[in-house]
């Protein structure tokens, strides 16, 4: 497949580079407020990132799994701009399936763009989830036990008597897949079991042990997990961060962000730079972590390298790490932690509507307690935004396309089934 792009010329700034993102509505917006252009790409011609005001060129790609082919589409965009500014322009990403790609061909790409990559071994580490396990043991970071399938004794599935958590050991490629079907049904990112046992004896589970990564769990709701963002320079030392906290997620506790917003703590900001610094991290990165409400002590889950929603509510806030990012990049300019505010929440209202109903179900939540949350707070949105209506109306206009197309699939069934019998 042939990529397709739409670069209108008169529409660029040629004083100032543009960036090319590999990223969706919040990275484009972060970039608007901090007044640097977008050129975004993505294999979905329907991305309602295009329709956002700050995008001010597209590109559609082939697949990612072809990766040859999307390669050379990032390729050739990078050749034009570099014609037209002289250099090469910043190449921004938000997905692990993005990155993935980047880290199979980093050093065709980094002839191309600038970019602030992890060293190959930590980059690999960071998307899989056992290699991260064996990295973060080597590198004394502040992980949650991993418990083996075989065994009796301490550290494993069958001497464990409290609870345990399963997750993919994979980030990418399995939505869709048998994996995520039968054992993480909705947006569930990890199950909890009550005892290692209960994970032993369940045939699902057994069936794909070896795509799972098995933890001691750490008890506690939303109100325990917490994040650490930043900007790390290339010997790990931590430029420019902030710290996140998670309201409401769905599914609950272990499910997608819902309803978030900035926080300070100086104990967690502390625990994370030295994270940054023993592995060493280099370039943007977002940690998650885990309070445990019997002892406080912190627990790291993961690391992700790559741009996340929560650089859009850190701008509306007062911190933009991607401008922080992107004069580090051109420029190597280097700021000092900023002050940021924490009035402003981040709301996905669909998901944050079934986190409620979620809630509701448990007893923990009256519908009175989750409309105040949402009404007394000032909130920005994961898709709609006053200054900046047109992914909204993009992603309606999908929505109902997906519908009809929908139907009049099940129409033609109808009719097809009908001349069959009719005939």
Same mark, same amino acid.
């Given at each position: 497949m042939a990529h397709e792009l739409d670069l209108p010329l008169h529409r660029l700034d040629l004083k100032h580079l543009p960036v090319v993102l590999m990223g969706g509505i919040s990275l484009v917006r972060a970039l608007g407020l901090a007044g640097i252009q %977008?050129? *975004?790409?993505?294999? @979905?011609?329907?991305?309602?990132?295009?329709?956002?005001?700050?995008?001010?060129?597209?590109?559609?790609?082939?697949?990612?799994?072809?990766?040859?082919?999307?390669?050379? %589409?990032? *390729?050739?965009?990078? @050749?034009?701009l570099c014609n037209l500014y002289g250099r090469r322009v910043p190449l921004m990403y938000g997905s692990d399936d993005a990155l993935e790609l980047i880290y199979a061909h980093r050093e065709r790409l980094q002839r191309h763009f600038l970019l602030l990559l992890n060293d190959p071994d930590i980059g690999r580490a960071l998307i899989a989830k056992d290699r991260f396990q064996a990295l973060s043991v080597a590198r004394g970071l502040p992980i949650p036990q991993e418990l083996a399938w075989e065994g009796s004794g301490h550290g494993t599935l069958g001497g464990t008597m409290g609870a345990v958590l399963i997750k993919p050991s994979i980030k990418v490629d399995w939505y869709g897949s048998q994996l995520k079907d039968r054992l993480f049904p909705g947006d569930a990112k990890a199950r909890v079991f009550e005892t290692g046992a209960q994970v032993l004896a369940d045939p699902v589970v057994a069936l794909f042990r070896e795509q799972l990564t098995f933890q001691e769990y750490i008890p506690g709701g939303e109100d325990c997990l917490w994040s650490f963002h930043g900007l790390a320079d290339g010997q790990g030392e931590v430029l420019v961060s902030f710290v996140g906290r998670k309201i409401r997620t769905y599914p609950p506790v272990d499910g997608e962000s819902a309803f978030i917003e900035l926080a300070h703590d100086a104990a967690l900001e502390q625990i994370g730079r030295q994270v940054a610094r023993r592995l060493p991290l280099k370039g943007i990165f977002k940690m998650d972590f885990k309070r445990d409400p019997r002892n406080g002590e912190w627990y790291l889950l993961e690391i992700n390298a790559r741009y996340t929603l929560w650089h859009y509510l850190a701008a509306c806030n007062g911190l933009n790490l991607m401008r922080a990012a992107y004069d580090f990049l051109v420029d190597g300019a280097q700021w000092e932690t900023g002050r940021y505010r924490t009035t402003r929440r981040w709301l996905a209202l669909h998901l944050d509507f079934r986190a409620y109903r979620a809630l509701a179900d448990q007893g923990a939540m009256t519908f009175g307690a989750w409309l105040a949350s949402i009404l007394l707070s000032r909130n920005v949105y994961n898709v709609f935004a006053w200054s900046d209506p047109g992914p909204w109306v993009s992603f309606l206009a999908a929505r109902y396309l997906q519908k009809w197309d929908r139907a009049c699939d099940i129409l033609l069934g109808y009719v097809r089934q009908w001349r069959s019998t009719a005939s």
């Open positions: %977008a050129i *975004v790409v993505s294999p @979905d011609p329907r991305d309602a990132a295009f329709a956002s005001r700050y995008c001010i060129g597209k590109c559609v790609l082939p697949p990612l799994e072809q990766g040859e082919a999307a390669v050379d %589409a990032l *390729v050739a965009l990078a @050749d034009k």
